[in-house]
């Protein structure tokens, strides 16, 4: 007696090349939907977390700098016990202090600002970098085409410039993906290859 066995393996097979033809041809899909998973990952490392692309803190803000992030001026609101006590004359404001003399010019500048407020970024007191203060940067981060498929980048060329400043300054790389960043494109890849084939 014999066994007969007939199978559709070639034709699945033949099936399933010509859609993963299809995907390697025009990747922008795929390419496109890891970006879109990968940046609020990569946001948040940065920009809350103030990790650069190995894991490790990018930094420490000074204590100068902080008063201009927290609002913590010297003519600034005054606490004690929790409780607002009072201002300072001039009290977040611009002062005289900030006219300056541009030694090229020969011209004061700044005493259009004097008596105006100081602006308020309503930002805490943990000093670690997250590089962002008016959010500007972070707000600016983007998925865009990149010529060969879709990336994370920078829609404004001059925030572009300044991630590149703020990775010299510390030396360390920033916007790089870090090891688990790139295990979650992967991921995301083969999920979107998978539903691709079923459809």
């Not at 602006?119 to 865009?144: A, F, G, M």
């Not at 703020?166 to 920033?174: D, L, P």
């Amino acid at each position: 007696m014999s066994i007969q066995y007939t199978s559709n393996v070639s034709l699945i097979a033949g099936q399933y090349t010509k859609k993963l033809i299809e995907l390697a041809e025009n990747p922008d899909a795929m390419l496109r939907t890891v970006a879109f998973a990968v940046l609020p990952e990569l946001k948040k490392r940065v920009h809350i977390d103030g990790k650069d692309s190995s894991g490790n803190q990018i930094g420490t803000y000074s204590p100068d700098y902080m008063k201009l992030r927290t609002g913590n001026y010297k003519n600034a609101d005054k606490f004690s016990k929790g409780k607002n006590v009072g201002k300072n004359k001039n009290a977040g404001t611009f002062t005289d202090a900030t006219i300056r003399l541009n030694k090229k010019t020969g011209v004061f500048t700044g005493e259009d600002k004097v008596g105006k407020a100081r602006p308020q970024y309503h930002r805490s007191n943990d000093p670690k970098v997250i590089i962002s203060l008016t959010r500007q940067l972070e707000n600016d981060e983007s998925v865009l085409p990149s010529g060969t498929g879709y990336g994370i980048g920078f829609n404004n060329p001059f925030n572009f410039q300044k991630s590149q400043w703020v990775e010299a300054i510390y030396k360390k790389a920033i916007w790089k993906l870090t090891e688990e960043e790139k295990a979650l494109a992967k991921t995301v890849a083969e999920k979107f290859v998978e539903d691709f084939l079923k459809t």
